[in-house]
């Protein structure tokens, strides 16, 4: 069975960095199209960035360049590095990740909270 792992959320002051990670088990082909979501309560999910098989980004224009997407295919593994956080960036983040061709998968989302 396909899952995804998430990790590297927390609480963070203004102005801090996080990076959070999803990392794809189970059995599997080919990685492709990944991405990072965020929720905040009573919000529709966004979409804060991607990244294909051949390593294009693509970002919400709203993060002003503060957030960097990267992918390690070797370790089944996406990741979302943080910076210059605002407390408008609070939120729950989501990975989802192609597997094998076939269908995206979520995680079970990752509570990021910053403070002030």
């Known amino acids: 069975q396909v899952q995804l792992v998430e990790s590297g959320g927390g609480l963070v002051q203004a102005g801090g960095s996080l990076k959070l990670s999803c990392t794809v088990s189970g059995r599997i082909f080919s990685l492709n199209t990944m991405a990072w979501y965020r929720q905040a309560p009573g919000k529709q999910r966004e979409l804060v960035a991607d990244?294909?098989?051949?390593?294009?980004?693509n970002y919400a224009d709203s993060l002003k360049g503060r957030f960097t997407i990267s992918r390690d295919d070797a370790k089944n593994t996406v990741y979302l590095q943080m910076n210059s956080l605002k407390p408008e960036d609070t939120a729950v983040y989501y990975c989802?990740?192609?597997?094998?061709?076939?269908?995206?998968?979520w995680g079970q989302g990752t509570q990021v909270t910053v403070s002030s």
């Open positions: 990244i294909t098989n051949g390593g294009r980004t």
């Open positions: 989802n990740v192609g597997v094998n061709w076939a269908r995206s998968y």
